[in-house]
C-alpha cells in the first residue's frame, strides 16, 4: 500500500525558513518522479514544485521560484521542501504527491495528508 | 502558462441525479507523445485530494464506475451518473502535459 506521509509544518515569522518532509512507503520510490502541491485556507490547488527519481531535474512555480528548494534522499525515501523567505501567502497546507508514470508521467496518483505550514509576522 | 476553468463552480444535485462538470484549457492538452493528460481529483471535506480519472477517461483503482471522464483537445467533462451522499466534495481538472502544472479552480458539489 502506497503511503506519503508530510511532516515539518508550523507556525513560522515571515521571511522565516521550513523544512518540509515526505516519507514515502509502499512503491519503489526512487523510480517515481515526486511533488509539492499547497492548498491556501479555503483556496484551491497550486503546484509548487517536481523532482525526477535520481533528482537530476527540478521544476518550480514562478511564485517560489528561488524561495523554495525540492530534494530527496531515496536512500531514506523521502521527499523534501525547503522554504525559505516565507511570505504571507506561502501560508497552506503542503501536499507531496507522486506522478502515476514514473518520471514526470502524470497523473498524480497519491497523494499524502498534509502538512499546515503558517507565516505570520 | 496553461489556465484551466470549470463550469459550474458550485453544483447542488438531488441524490441518485446525474452531475456533469465542464473544464476548458486555454490551450490543447495533447503532449508530444500524442497522450492528453487531463485529470480529475476529488476532494471530500477535510480530506486530501484523491485522483479519479487520468488520461481524460481512465478510471483510477477503486473509483465507482458513476465517475466517467470524456473529452479531447481542450474540452473535458466529468460525470457522476448517480450521485451519492459520499461524492460530496470539490473536483479538480487538473492539466499534466507541460510545466507549470495547473488546475482547474475546483467545482462544489453538494447534496440540494
Known amino acids: 500500500e502506497v503511503q506519503l506521509l508530510e511532516s515539518g509544518g508550523g507556525l513560522v515569522q515571515r521571511g522565516g525558513s521550513l523544512r518540509l518532509s515526505c516519507a514515502a512507503s509502499?512503491?519503489?520510490?526512487?523510480?517515481?518522479?515526486m511533488s509539492w502541491v499547497r492548498q491556501a485556507p479555503g483556496k484551491g490547488l497550486e503546484w509548487v514544485s517536481a523532482?525526477?527519481?535520481?533528482?537530476?531535474?527540478?521544476f518550480y512555480a514562478d511564485s517560489v521560484k528561488g524561495r523554495f528548494t525540492i530534494s530527496r534522499d531515496n536512500s531514506k525515501n523521502t521527499l523534501y521542501l525547503q522554504l525559505s523567505s516565507l511570505r504571507d501567502d506561502d501560508t497552506a497546507v503542503y501536499y507531496c504527491?507522486?506522478?502515476?508514470?514514473?518520471?514526470?508521467?502524470?497523473?498524480?496518483?497519491?497523494w499524502g495528508q498534509g502538512t499546515l505550514v503558517t507565516v505570520s509576522s | 502558462d496553461i489556465v484551466m476553468t470549470q463550469t459550474p463552480l458550485s453544483s447542488p444535485v438531488t441524490l441518485g441525479q446525474p452531475a456533469s462538470i465542464s473544464c476548458r484549457s486555454s490551450?490543447?492538452?495533447?503532449?508530444?507523445?500524442?497522450?492528453?493528460?487531463l485529470s480529475w481529483l476529488q476532494q471530500r471535506p477535510g480530506q486530501p485530494p484523491r485522483l479519479l480519472i487520468y488520461?481524460?477517461?481512465h478510471r483510477f483503482s477503486g473509483v465507482p464506475d458513476r465517475f466517467s471522464g470524456s473529452g479531447a483537445g481542450t474540452d473535458f467533462t466529468l460525470k457522476i451518473s448517480r450521485v451519492e451522499a459520499e461524492d460530496v466534495g470539490v473536483y479538480y481538472c487538473?492539466?499534466?502535459?507541460?510545466?507549470?502544472?495547473?488546475f482547474g479552480p475546483g467545482t462544489k458539489v453538494d447534496i440540494k
Open positions: 504527491a507522486k506522478w502515476g508514470g514514473g518520471d514526470f508521467v502524470p497523473p498524480f496518483d497519491y
Open positions: 509502499g512503491f519503489t520510490f526512487n523510480t517515481y518522479a
Open positions: 523532482i525526477s527519481g535520481n533528482s537530476d531535474r527540478t
Open positions: 490551450q490543447s492538452l495533447v503532449h508530444s507523445n500524442g497522450n492528453t493528460y
Open positions: 488520461r481524460i477517461s
Open positions: 487538473m492539466q499534466g502535459t507541460q510545466f507549470p502544472l495547473t
